[in-house]
């Protein structure tokens, strides 16, 4: 059987911040918006509905922990969910934490201008947040 | 109890195609796209996490349904799912078929250009399609 492997694409564009029972979690080096990636290890999977019915649950739970902590931790606005894959086929998650007063608002993130990296003090700041809140592993 | 009405930003710019066991099923209205909207029928959601485990359980099973059908059914190279709410804050899942030639390939289809209207006769197939494959009522 094929094992997971994290495709390239995403981790170079994401720090890895730890893992939940399903999905590895990334956070995406964008210091404007407060963005994590659920990926599940799971090899050779592009959709949700391509993952077996205990994967799907799996997901389903890990997905609603993760929003649910980004949006009291950061106070967001809304919370922004895709799948979508076009570029990256494997299957992963996003998490995004809008306000009303970031850059994209009220479209999309995906597509609007170039990510602005993390200098390293938010970037550690973040980090243990997510990690601490989410209890990763 | 509050009782659950359809945004009217959503009623404007899709049709109804029928109900599952927890959505509303809605196709927007842009031929150009094979592009389904699910409402979860319950007053005041603003995101999936707000949803007791049972609505959580039926969405999910609903999207899944929704999406492998649509795939199939439209011949899909990738789907996109999202939950954004940016400007219509009542719950709603967005389940878009996407193609290679599409217009808006591979960015996001959100924000990306006017909607086309659907002509008569395309309509009537597709929505016929999915009431068909959804086995809606």
């Not at 592009?46 to 902590?69: K, V």
């Not at 967001?76 to 086929?89: E, R, S, Y």
Request: with cysteine; net charge negative.
């Amino acid at each position: 059987m094929e094992s997971f492997s994290l495709h390239p694409r995403l981790a170079s564009d994401c720090h890895l911040i730890g893992e939940l029972g399903l999905c590895r979690v990334l956070l995406l080096d964008d210091a404007r918006y407060p963005w994590v990636i659920l990926v599940p290890r799971r090899a050779g999977i592009r959709e949700i509905f391509e993952l077996n019915a205990a994967d799907r649950d799996a997901l389903l739970r890990e997905s609603c922990l993760t929003g649910e902590f980004m949006m009291q931790a950061f106070a967001g606005d809304k919370l922004n969910i895709g799948a979508l894959g076009n570029l990256v086929p494997q299957l992963h998650l996003h998490h995004i934490v809008r306000h009303a007063a970031d850059p994209a608002w009220p479209g999309p993130v995906w597509g609007h201008s170039a990510a602005e990296p993390y200098p390293h003090d938010l970037l550690a700041e973040r980090v243990a947040c997510l990690r601490e809140g989410l209890a990763l592993v």
